[in-house]
């Protein structure tokens, strides 16, 4: 866990990004926010095949494991990927209860539900 986060919000923010590699969409996440590019459809959300689903994990958090200098850079944010892995919890975060803002029908569809 992170010095300073509640676990419970720790935790939606791991199933987030598990959601968003996913859906394999260009988004962003923070503690409380899923940030989705204007033209994800929320279908895409929705449809989410979270099994195998390993999240980014970033070039800084790498560089603070202990083991960083042991492991290849590929491998190592591997191996974080997959212990940030949460299939469950993204599964829960993609059929949760929603709340959109800004919200746009996706072209074409009108898929804003």
Same mark, same amino acid.
């Given at each position: ?6 676990? /419970? ?5 791991? =199933?987030?990004?598990? #959601?968003?590699?996913?859906?394999? /969409?260009?988004?962003?996440? &923070?503690?409380?926010?899923?940030? +989705?590019? $204007? ?7 929705? @449809? ?6 390993? $999240? ?8 603070? +494991? ?7 850079? &590929? #491998?190592?944010?591997?191996? +974080? @990927?997959?212990? =940030?892995? &949460? ?10 209860? #929603? ?7 996706? $072209? @074409?569809? @009108?898929?804003?539900?």
């Amino acid at each position: 866990m992170s010095a300073g986060l509640d676990p /419970a919000v720790e935790y939606h923010v791991v =199933n987030s990004e598990t #959601l968003i590699a996913a859906m394999g /969409a260009e988004a962003s996440s &923070d503690n409380y926010v899923v940030r +989705l590019e $204007p033209d994800t459809a929320l279908s895409k959300v929705r @449809g989410a095949t979270v099994a195998g689903a390993i $999240p980014h994990v970033s070039p800084q958090a790498v560089d603070g +494991l202990k083991f960083s200098a042991a492991l290849p850079q &590929d #491998l190592a944010a591997a191996t +974080l @990927g997959e212990r =940030n892995q &949460d299939e469950v919890g993204a599964a829960a975060v993609a059929t949760a209860v #929603l709340i959109v803002t800004n919200a746009q029908p996706h $072209p @074409g569809t @009108g898929d804003n539900k």
